[in-house]
């Protein structure tokens, strides 16, 4: 990205002022960007842990999948999700707060004794894979600011701040040039001058 700029000494403050702001603003989102890396690891390792979860609860309802056959699925339904919002390094990420069930009344005395258990180990189920999915995509939410905060360290880093400071260098050394030609021409006149006074007298 070429930076523009105009050879005076307004675009040599306005150069100045943006690259002070620049480097102020660099170890703040180094420190954002790694406040999110290491948000998006642990994240990683609770997914692990969580997909583990899902699997283990998965293989006790399989474990009982003979007796499922008998079983009423509309006795048991997700009535309501509660969730909340929270701040991660500035990103706001969706929080399972949590799962409401409705589990409509079933005899107790005509049902068949494992159904209290099938409800809890459904609801277990349900709770875990609604767990998940909030995780993946509080995941892929961290990921993508992480991305992005990276992307803009490396903007500032590699870019942006040294082409501020070449741009500043070229400018202070175009002024310095003038500069000196403008002595250089003075001196020149006052020579001149002088031989001219010199030859008149």
């Given at each position: 990205m070429a930076i523009k700029f105009q050879y005076n000494k307004t675009s040599l403050q306005q150069l100045d002022k943006q690259l002070k702001m620049r480097v102020r603003t660099l170890p703040i989102i180094k420190n954002k960007e790694s406040a999110l890396?290491?948000?998006?690891?642990?994240?990683?390792?609770?997914?692990?842990?969580?997909?583990?979860?899902?699997?283990?609860?998965?293989?006790?309802?399989?474990?009982?999948?003979?007796?499922?056959?008998?079983?009423?699925?509309?006795?048991?339904?997700?009535?309501?999700?509660?969730?909340g919002i929270r701040k991660i390094a500035g990103v706001r990420v969706p929080m399972l707060d949590h799962v409401e069930f409705e589990v409509r009344p079933y005899s107790l005395f005509n049902a068949p004794k494992w159904y209290s258990e099938g409800i809890e180990l459904l609801q277990g189920l349900a709770q875990t894979a609604i767990e998940r999915e909030f995780l993946v995509a509080k995941l892929r939410l961290l990921e993508h600011a992480r991305r992005k905060t990276t992307q803009k360290v490396n903007l500032f880093e590699k870019v942006q701040i040294p082409g501020y400071k070449d741009a500043l260098r070229k400018i202070k050394r175009f002024m310095e040039d003038e500069e000196n030609l403008s002595k250089s021409s003075q001196k020149i006149l006052k020579s001149q001058q002088e031989k001219r006074k010199e030859a008149e007298e």
């Open positions: 890396r290491m948000e998006v690891k642990k994240c990683k390792t609770e997914a692990v842990a969580m997909e583990e979860k899902l699997e283990i609860q998965i293989q006790t309802y399989e474990a009982m999948f003979a007796l499922w056959n008998e079983f009423d699925p509309s006795l048991i339904s997700v009535k309501d999700v509660h969730l």
